[in-house]
């Protein structure tokens, strides 16, 4: 089946600027995860969502940070003002919880680029 | 300490040798293990995850889990110059929410 899918591929925004990041998570999904991964570094938490839940954003950087879910589906992970700290690849991922397991699995990522 | 913690390496084999990958985490209450091999310029991918204490099997991959010792390993036998990848060790945030927290990851290079 499809698996998460992530738009854009690639964001080269101004220093300033708002971006707006989409995820798709797999079909069934409940819960699903934003990261963020910079250049060398590890996989950083920024958000997760699971079913109508109140999401946990104790992952999120700074309050220009937020992201919402639609209709327990699609995520929008929105940077305001971004700065230039904020380029790295942006990860979504979705599981589906079964015995208390989740097992992760990621889209392809959105490559953001603050000049 | 950080909360899970890997040898950044590079872990360099030669073509054929067995890999092996560790990975040791500081809250014993984490449940759920996994290990993710990420190609540079891509996502991590799933490739085993593990839950109690032993050996689990899946082709050419062992994933090895030790709650007592806070250790978890991956092995890979005859390595091929196509596992050469970034393998990141994933731990259960505390309270099993889902949430992963994640090492640094190790650099695998298989020559050969």
């Known amino acids: 089946g499809a698996g998460v899918s992530q738009s854009p591929s690639n964001k080269v925004t101004e220093k300033g600027k708002d971006v707006e990041l989409r995820c798709d998570p797999i079909?069934?999904?409940?819960?699903l995860y934003w990261y963020r991964q910079s250049l060398g570094q590890g996989l950083e938490f920024l958000i997760y969502?699971?079913?109508?839940?109140?999401?946990?954003k104790s992952g999120l950087p700074s309050d220009r940070f937020s992201a919402e879910r639609t209709g327990g589906s699609v995520s929008t992970l929105t940077i305001q003002r971004t700065q230039q700290e904020d380029s790295a690849v942006y990860l979504c991922?979705?599981?589906?919880?079964?015995?208390?397991?989740?097992?992760?699995?990621f889209g392809p990522g959105t490559r953001l680029t603050v000049t | 300490q950080k909360e899970v913690e890997q040898n950044s390496g590079p872990l360099s084999v030669p073509e054929g040798a067995i890999a092996s990958l560790n990975c040791t985490y500081s809250?014993?209450?984490?449940?759920?293990f996994f290990w993710y091999r990420q190609y540079s310029g891509k996502s991590p991918e799933l490739i085993m995850s593990?839950?109690?204490?032993g050996d689990k099997e899946d082709g050419r991959f062992t994933a090895q889990l030790n709650k007592a010792s806070q250790y978890v390993s991956l092995l890979i036998r005859d390595s091929q110059p196509s596992d050469s990848a970034t393998y990141l060790c994933?731990?259960?945030?505390?309270?099993?929410?889902?949430?992963?927290?994640f090492g640094q990851g190790t650099t695998l290079q298989v020559k050969p």
């Open positions: 991922a979705s599981s589906s919880p079964h015995g208390g397991v989740y097992e992760q699995y």
């Open positions: 079909s069934g999904h409940t819960a």
């Open positions: 969502f699971q079913g109508n839940s109140a999401p946990d």
């Open positions: 809250d014993r209450v984490s449940q759920s």
């Open positions: 593990i839950y109690s204490n």
């Open positions: 994933a731990v259960n945030h505390p309270g099993n929410t889902g949430k992963l927290i």
